[in-house]
C-alpha cells in the first residue's frame, strides 16, 4: 500500500466497499493480521515469499521429517527449514526415540501434519527461510526484537538459548539479532554448578524470557539477564562480585562475551 497511488489508497478508505483479501499471517507485535489483496494470493491460498516477515506467525504442513529437524511448506512452493533445536521438547525426544529403533512414539512429527510456526528469518536473495514450531515463541504476546534498535534497557521479551559459554548464554531472537546473559549472574544464581557443568543449567534449543540490559544496535551487542526484575538482577551482580574470584577471569569473559554480540 505504500507505494500504491493516492487513487488506488481510496478504495482502503473507511466505510469502502467490502474488498476479498486473504490472511497470509500475524504480527503479534502489532496484533494484527497480515493481509494480502493480490489475486495470485486469492488464487493460491499461500503467502508469498516477499510478504515474509521475521517475527511473523503462519499456518504451514510437515512436509519432511529427519535428524536435521523437519521441513514446512506454507504453500506456493515456499518451505522452510524448522532446526531440530526448534522442534520442541516433546518432537526431539521422539525423534531421538524414534532413531534408535523405537516404534509407537507419541509426539512424532509426520508429513501432512497441520502446524503453526513462527519465522526466525528470511533471506530473500537465497529464498532460505528459517522458522520455530517452539511454543513459547508462536503463542508469544511478547514484544519481538527483529532488530537491535528495537531492543531498549528494561524490554522483557522472548528467546531461545543458542550457546552455552563459560561467559555466559547466549541468547538469540529473530534475524540474526543475539545477546549474551553474563556469567557473573548465572555463578550468583547456580553457583558452582555453573563452572563445572554450565550445560546443566540451560539446554540449547530453551526457550526462555529475558530482559534487556543494555544494547549497543551500531556494534550488534546486547547484555542480556534471566531477571526479570532489574532490583534482583543487580543484588545477584553485586554479590558475584564480591564472592570468590571466578574460575575464568572477567577478562576472558568480557573478551568472548563481545565476540559473540
Known amino acids: ?36 489483496f493480490k489475486k495470485s494470493a486469492l488464487a493460491s491460498g499461500g503467502v508469498a515469499f516477499g510478504e515474509l516477515r521475521a517475527g511473523d506467525v503462519h499456518e504451514g504442513t510437515i512436509k519432511t521429517v529427519g535428524d536435521y529437524g523437519a521441513i514446512v511448506s506454507l504453500g506456493q512452493g515456499i518451505d522452510g527449514l524448522v532446526a531440530k533445536d526448534h522442534l520442541g521438547t516433546a518432537a526431539r525426544r521422539a525423534l531421538d526415540k524414534r532413531r534408535a529403533g523405537a516404534k509407537g512414539v507419541k509426539g512424532t512429527l509426520t508429513p501432512g ?8 528469518s528470511v533471506d530473500a536473495p537465497s529464498r532460505k527461510l528459517s522458522l520455530s514450531l517452539l511454543r513459547e515463541l508462536v503463542r508469544s504476546t511478547l514484544p519481538r526484537v527483529t532488530r537491535y534498535d528495537e531492543a531498549s534497557p528494561g524490554l522483557v521479551t522472548h528467546g531461545v538459548v543458542t550457546g552455552v559459554r563459560p561467559f555466559g548464554c547466549v541468547v538469540s531472537f529473530y534475524a540474526g539479532v543475539r545477546g549474551v546473559v553474563r556469567a557473573a549472574e548465572l555463578r550468583a544464581t547456580h553457583g558452582d554448578v555453573w563452572d563445572d557443568t554450565p550445560k546443566a543449567c540451560y539446554a540449547l534449543g530453551q526457550a526462555v524470557r529475558v530482559r534487556v540490559v543494555s544494547v549497543e544496535p551500531a556494534k550488534a551487542r546486547m547484555c542480556l539477564s534471566f531477571s526479570l526484575d532489574p532490583a534482583k538482577a543487580a543484588a545477584a551482580a553485586k554479590a558475584a562480585a564480591l564472592g570468590a574470584a571466578p574460575r575464568a577471569g572477567p577478562a576472558d569473559d568480557d573478551a568472548d562475551a563481545d565476540a559473540v554480540g
Do not use: N, Q, W
Request: with cysteine; aromatic share 4%.
Open 1 to 36: 500500500l505504500a507505494r500504491a497511488s493516492a487513487r488506488a489508497l481510496g478504495a482502503f478508505a473507511p466505510g469502502g466497499a467490502p474488498r476479498a483479501g486473504r490472511v497470509i499471517g500475524y504480527s503479534p507485535l502489532e496484533g494484527a493480521l497480515l493481509l494480502s
Open 113 to 120: 501434519d497441520a502446524v503453526t510456526v513462527c519465522v526466525l
